[in-house]
Structures are given as C-alpha cells and as structure tokens.
C-alpha cells in the first residue's frame, strides 16, 4: 500500500506561483512512479505531469510545459509540483498520484485526497 498526501494549493493572483507538494509514504515508496492530476469544475480529470522514481524521467501536458515543474525529494518521499506564470484556467483539484510501472499519463493505482488551486483573473 501507498499513501499519498497532497499540501500547498491555495489561492494566487494570475501569473503567480505555488509549489504543491505530495508526501509518499508505504513498503515500497521508492519504487513508484508519481503524477499530477487535476480537475476543474465540470470537467474530467487530466493528467498534468510524472516523474520517474529512479531515473528522474519526466513528461507533461502541452498546456503546462514551460510553467510546471515536477521534481522530488527521494531522502523525504516527497513530490512537488512548482507552478509559475499561473493562468485561471489552471483552477483545478490538483491529486497526486503513484503507480507501478514506466512513466506514464495513466494506470495511475494510489491517489491523494486533492488540494485545491484557485487562480483569479
């Protein structure tokens, strides 16, 4: 089992920027690859990012590339998602997620309970 707990997300001005960060915890933490996901009001869930536990692999959505970055912290167990140039549309529940395998932008088995990103115009 993971577990997987999600801090940070808030309300910032638009071009503003906030770091989400995701605490892992479990056996086999280490061996997991890790993503975000989010999802606006009335929308479905889309994935964001993912980073390879070991080799540090990463891949993102074409809408947040350049502005989002993913990186982690094997010593914490702990993900983070920095965010700069923030844009409304980015308003969303941001969930962390892990699954076993390559990198990949889903079969995603544990996830987060989610933290809110509000970004006003």
């Known amino acids: 089992q993971v577990q997987l707990v999600e801090s940070g997300g808030g309300l910032v001005q638009a071009g503003g920027s906030l770091r989400l960060s995701c605490a892992v915890s479990?056996?086999?933490?280490?061996?997991?690859?890790m993503g975000w996901f989010r999802q606006a009001p009335g929308k479905s869930r889309e994935f964001v990012t993912a980073?390879?536990?070991?080799?540090?692999?990463?891949d993102y959505a074409d809408s947040v590339k350049g502005r989002f970055t993913i990186s982690r912290d094997n010593a914490k167990n702990t993900v983070y998602l920095q965010m700069n140039s923030l844009k409304p549309e980015d308003t969303a529940v941001y969930y962390c997620?892990?699954?076993?395998?390559?990198?990949?932008?889903?079969?995603?088995?544990?996830w987060g309970q989610g933290t809110q990103v509000t970004v006003s115009s």
């Open positions: 980073i390879s536990w070991f080799a540090g692999r990463t």
């Open positions: 997620a892990a699954r076993t395998g390559t990198i990949a932008a889903s079969g995603y088995d544990y």
């Open positions: 479990g056996r086999t933490a280490r061996s997991y690859t």
